[in-house]
């Protein structure tokens, strides 16, 4: 690796609370690795009964929709500009599900779960295909891929979070109310 300052070859040198990091000797700076950003995306039908999955490149496997930040943008923005390129939609609404770091590619890829206010979707040439699949089925449909399905896991283990609190909420009130009479 060269130092992008000044183009001299990088050393390691060991940083406290950091370990051996690159070291520029003509600098004599710390030189550290960048790391790539991108978004992918739960989109849910407005009724969120069924999730969207494309298959794209010509793998033949379902996939999120995903990309990569530009220079300068936000996450959120990234969301609205991947979606509005490969679907030709743009979400109702967005919520923040959970990031992952994915090492082969080098990339901090941040999951959104975003809302469509219908099931109207205007594909662009990068998707070969596209699907609504039923909630039930959506796990099951995205196996083969290990970091969506850790998105789509943990969107599902949020949802049954808000299940069990809504269930805890009523039946405390249930009680309440019960005592009263």
């Known amino acids: 690796m060269y130092c992008t300052k000044c183009g001299s070859l990088l050393t390691k040198k060991f940083l406290k609370m950091e370990g051996m990091i690159h070291f520029c000797p003509s600098c004599n700076e710390y030189v550290f690795e960048k790391t790539n950003v991108a978004v992918s995306m739960i989109i849910l039908n407005p009724e969120e009964t069924k999730m969207l999955y494309i298959k794209q490149y010509g793998t033949g496997k379902f996939r999120l929709v995903a990309g990569y930040t530009n220079k300068g943008e936000s996450l959120e923005h990234t969301v609205y500009r991947e ?54 089925d959506a796990q099951a449909k995205i196996n083969h891929a290990k970091l969506a399905k850790i998105f789509v896991n943990e969107y599902f283990n949020k949802k049954i979070k808000k299940w069990e609190l809504i269930t805890f909420i009523f039946c405390a009130l249930y009680d309440k109310i019960r005592l009263r009479v």
């Not at 080098?106 to 979707?121: D, F, G, P, Q, R």
Request: charged letters at 30%.
């Open 83 to 136: 979606m509005g390129e490969e679907i030709g939609r743009y979400p109702a609404s967005i919520e923040f599900n959970m990031s992952k770091y994915f090492e082969p590619s080098n990339t901090l890829i941040a999951n959104y779960i975003c809302k469509l206010t219908s099931m109207e979707v205007f594909p662009n040439e990068e998707v070969d295909e596209y699907e609504w699949i039923d909630l039930e």
